[in-house]
């Protein structure tokens, strides 16, 4: 069970917008920890996608945005490509857990 | 540009420890405000955090493995390591090792190694 919490998938057709949420609590999120976000392929590692809720490391497209509200946040992609097709991890900070660093579940991208 | 590299043994049996060493290359361990992580992933699985170590020697671990971790790091050789003991099956992963950004509100991980898996069986 993961602390942060994401839907386990979610689907679009080419050029569609789709959003991942990522739901929290008061000690994470909520308490004004930042969001970012990891895009991961199968059988490679998880590459930095947003960091700080929506800004967006170099190289990064724009149809990559993300957004935080109080005890979520939310990554939106818009003009889905095929290429998109993948994992996304949301993280943030736990202020019950010892200073852990923690992840959402993971959500799946397919592009229809 | 900085990269990772994670190496260890791909095998371990049950109750013994789990060692691996990340190799930091294209840059100085001990330069700018980075601490040194370890995360891992269960096939088919979501991340789990292991855990940090600053290049002055301090840590921190996730609860839950905190009893059976200790996180290290070797200035001289551009190197960080974990040690996880008594393993069991529950700890085969691909475990990550990754740089990561502490100068701001919340840290993240820009950097990551490729992974190497570790498989726990007799």
């Known amino acids: 069970q993961s602390v942060l919490t994401q839907p386990p998938s979610v689907s679009g057709a080419p050029g569609q917008r789709v959003t991942i949420s990522c739901t929290g609590s008061?000690?994470?999120?909520?308490?004004?920890?930042?969001v970012h976000w990891y895009q991961q392929f199968p059988g490679t590692a998880p590459k930095l996608l947003v960091y700080?809720?929506?800004h967006r490391p170099s190289g990064v497209p724009e149809r990559f945005s993300g957004s935080k509200s109080g005890t979520s946040a939310s990554l939106a992609i818009t003009g889905l490509r095929a290429e998109d097709e993948a994992d996304y991890y949301c993280?943030?900070?736990?202020?019950?857990?010892?200073?852990?660093?923690?992840f959402g579940g993971g959500t799946r991208l397919t592009v229809l | 540009q900085v990269q990772l590299q994670e190496s260890g043994p791909g095998l371990v049996k049950p109750s013994q420890t789990l060692s691996l060493t990340c190799t930091v290359s294209?840059?100085?361990?001990?330069?700018?405000?980075?601490?040194w992580s370890w995360i891992r992933q269960p096939a088919g699985k979501g991340l789990e955090w292991i855990g940090r170590?600053?290049?002055?020697?301090?840590?921190n671990y996730n609860p839950s493995l905190k009893s059976r971790v200790t996180i290290s790091v070797d200035t001289s050789k551009n190197q960080f390591s974990l040690n996880l003991r008594s393993v069991t099956a529950a700890d085969t992963a691909v475990y990550y090792c990754?740089?990561?950004?502490?100068?701001?509100?919340?840290?993240?991980?820009?950097?990551w190694g490729q992974g190497t898996h570790v498989t726990v069986s007799s």
């Open positions: 990754a740089r990561t950004n502490y100068d701001v509100l919340t840290p993240f991980s820009s950097i």
């Open positions: 294209g840059g100085s361990i001990s330069g700018g405000t980075f601490y």
């Open positions: 170590v600053f290049t002055s020697g301090s840590t």
């Open positions: 008061s000690s994470n999120i909520g308490a004004g920890y930042d």
């Open positions: 700080g809720n929506s």
């Open positions: 993280q943030s900070y736990d202020s019950t857990l010892s200073g852990s660093e923690v």
